[in-house]
T-cell receptor
Framework: GEDVEQSLFLSVREGDSSVINCTYT??????LYWYKQEPGAGLQLLTY?????DMKQDQRLTVLLNKKDKHLSLRIADTQTGDSAIYFC????????????FGTGTKLQVIP | ETGVTQTPRHLVMGMTNKKSLKCEQH?????MYWYKQSAKKPLELMFV???????ENNSVPSRFSPECPNSSHLFLHLHTLQPEDSALYLC????????????FGPGTRLTVL
């Protein structure tokens, strides 16, 4: 079955770049996602990348996909204290019905 | 009110109690989901409803019983739960089950004593 793995915790200093990594096992994955969960809130979609793309950039966020190694990363430039949250990697196989498989989430702590 | 709302936000119940979690979405979506979020575990998909019909039951024990009376409302009825069922229960919705973005509610923090 599908499996998505992430490290549980990352700590960075304010102003530095954060890189959150994720590996997945299903080579049929078509879409890969990053969700953000702030304290006391539900998950919010940050960005997603289609499997035929290597990179996607959206303001301070850069997503890199290495399909050969089944590795996905999220880079946050100039990390701010407001970026402190849990970041979930997820994947799905697009089709008539889409089931999204989530990782454990990486808790990002930004130190002022 | 906008987005996906869930009530109650916190719930403490005994193993013999019966309670229900409620989810409501104001987005006009047709698909709704229940997820279980436990510490240090991947988010687990429990149930999927599409146009009020259940399309997925991810081997969830029968002590969890979902109900979807219409496309805007989703319930999770709980009875004779176990302490290991304590978790954050998240509701989500999307326009269709094939959509790329799911919109999540804030969750109900459930504690089973």
């Amino acid at each position: 079955g599908e499996d998505v793995e992430q490290s549980l915790f990352l700590s960075v200093r304010e102003g530095d770049s954060s890189v959150i990594n994720c590996t997945y096992t299903d080579s049929s994955s078509t879409y890969l996602y990053w969700y953000k969960q702030e304290p006391g809130a539900g998950l919010q979609l940050l960005t997603y990348i289609f499997s035929n793309m290597d990179m996607k950039q959206d303001q301070r966020l850069t997503v890199l996909l290495n399909k050969k190694d089944k590795h996905l990363s999220l880079r946050i430039a100039d990390t701010q204290t407001g970026d402190s949250a849990i970041y979930f990697c997820a994947e799905s196989i697009a089709g008539g019905y889409q089931k999204v498989t989530f990782g454990t989430g990486t808790k990002l702590q930004v130190i002022p | 009110e906008t987005g996906v709302t869930q009530t109650p936000r916190h719930l403490v119940m005994g193993m013999t109690n019966k309670k229900s979690l409620k989810c409501e979405q104001h987005l006009g979506h047709n698909a709704m989901y229940w997820y279980k979020q436990s510490a240090k575990k991947p988010l687990e998909l429990m149930f999927v409803y599409n146009f009020k019909e259940q399309t997925e039951n991810n081997s969830v024990p029968s002590r969890f019983s979902p109900e979807c009376p219409n496309s805007s409302h989703l319930f999770l009825h709980l009875h004779t739960l176990q302490p290991e069922d304590s978790a954050l229960y998240l509701c989500a919705s999307s326009q269709e089950t094939g959509d790329n973005e799911q919109f999540f509610g804030p969750g109900t923090r459930l504690t089973v004593l």
